[in-house]
């Protein structure tokens, strides 16, 4: 059964760093395309980066481009998000998210697996 497990959340002051991570049991992440998505509290969840399965192509949406990383470690089958300069509006509950044929593309309705997710809030 596969699952995906969020995990580095917690507050963090304006300026500064969180780095999250995806863990997967009974997936190997590195042939699959992993994304990031959030929430923010009264806001629908949207996607704000992905890595491509196999290729490591990334995508990063405008509102996180230059400030947040995401990478692989296939060894230990997980997915990073390094998160710099954050913002108080980088503030919400982050969700990594996996599928069997995703692809390129952030679009929810393409991924089959998700985790419960990991809160971030951002505060001064």
């Known amino acids: 059964q596969v699952q995906l497990v969020e995990s580095g959340g917690g507050s963090a002051q304006p300026g500064g760093s969180l780095r999250l991570s995806c863990r997967a049991y009974?997936?190997?992440?590195?042939?699959?395309?992993v994304g990031w998505f959030r929430q923010a509290p009264g806001k629908e969840r949207e996607g704000i980066s992905y890595i491509v399965g196999s290729t490591d192509d990334t995508y990063y949406v405008d509102s996180v481009k230059g400030r947040f990383s995401i990478s692989r470690d296939n060894a230990e089958n997980m997915v990073y998000l390094q998160m710099d300069n954050l913002k108080s509006e980088d503030s919400g509950i982050y969700y990594c998210a996996t599928g069997w044929n995703t692809l390129a593309t952030l679009r929810e309705d393409r991924y089959d697996f998700w985790g419960l997710g990991t809160q971030v809030s951002v505060a001064s």
């Open positions: 009974a997936l190997k992440l590195e042939y699959y395309t």
